[in-house]
């Protein structure tokens, strides 16, 4: 059976339309909105300030839209990592990790990836299509403890610029005060650096951002993320410093350590001389192994080493634990591949 086109991921001035073509008040868009994603009701039914007719009406051509997850797995140490239908015959993942008194989801922006980084299983997977902003918003409001976050990463399946119209009117509708009401600075977007996407992105919102670099220089760079031979790092790093990260929006580098490959003091020292006169973070990651990339993890104490050096070059840095491990909810191991083919 055709399913209904769904009112999840309509901004206000899009729910306007739907009750003005309905003959409705305009003032229901705004009750829609606050049930929708304020209270995350998904049954006409039980929006009662709405009048009768009004829900009989939008029953009659609208689903809300939400979708409760086909799965979660719980790791050992909290992380649930949740499974979503999406498109078709597809699945995306997401990622709740608690920490203390925060909690953050990771999620996905695509179904797969078109960019094959090599050592990432999303890649492996390849590409099954975009997320629309309804599949995007749905695994925020969907999983078992939604009040509990505190931030939202756009960093799990999928490059959130290559979707971006999508991904930005999910931003759009989490800080309206018509949709969740948070502060932008609660959100953070992970990219590979697509470079026009970049621009748009930091001209259209004011979340956090973070690069995906994992790399001293633009050789080292192009061995590891295909993406780098359109969008050289050297050049995306130069649009980076025409604008404000001194204040309240974070700019930050994803490095991921390799052994032998940009792990030494030198490409420690060549990195902190590229990112010279940036503002910014650098979050080293542990590689969490994927079969068949030819790629090895730094030994812990090497990563530390790294770390102090950038520290004392003034580049304040991080280790990323990695979390889920267990249950491969680990930064760049979600992969859907065997369930798309079971599909
Ligand atoms: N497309 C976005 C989101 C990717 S996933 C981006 O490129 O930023 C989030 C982070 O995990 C990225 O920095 C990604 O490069 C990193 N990553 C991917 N595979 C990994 C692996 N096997 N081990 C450690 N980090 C990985």
Redesign the pocket.
Known sequence: MEQLPCLLGMTLQQLKEVVAALGLPAFTAKQLAEWIYGKRVSDFEAMTNLSKTARQRLAETWRVGMEAPVDAVRSSDGTVKYLFRAGDSHYIESVYIPEGDRATLCISSQIG?K?N?R????GLQGFSGQLSVAEILNQVQCIDQPDSLTNVV???M???MDNLDNVLQAIEIMTASYGYGWSPKRITV???GLIPGIRRFLDSCSCHL???L?APNDTVRATLIPAQKAYPAGELLDVLRQYDFSHQRRLSF?Y?MFQGVNDTPADARELARNLQGLDCHINL??????DGTGLRPTPPAEMERFMDLLNRLHFPTTIRRSRGQDIEA????LSTKRMELNA
């Not at 050592?119 to 999303?122: D, E, G, I, P, R």
């Not at 990651?285 to 994927?290: G, N």
């Open positions: 990836c960019m980084c050592f990432c299983a999303t756009f960093m799990g999928g490059e959130p992970s990219s590979v973070a690069i995906s994992h994803e991921t990651i542990p590689f969490h192994a994927v680990a930064c760049g191991l």
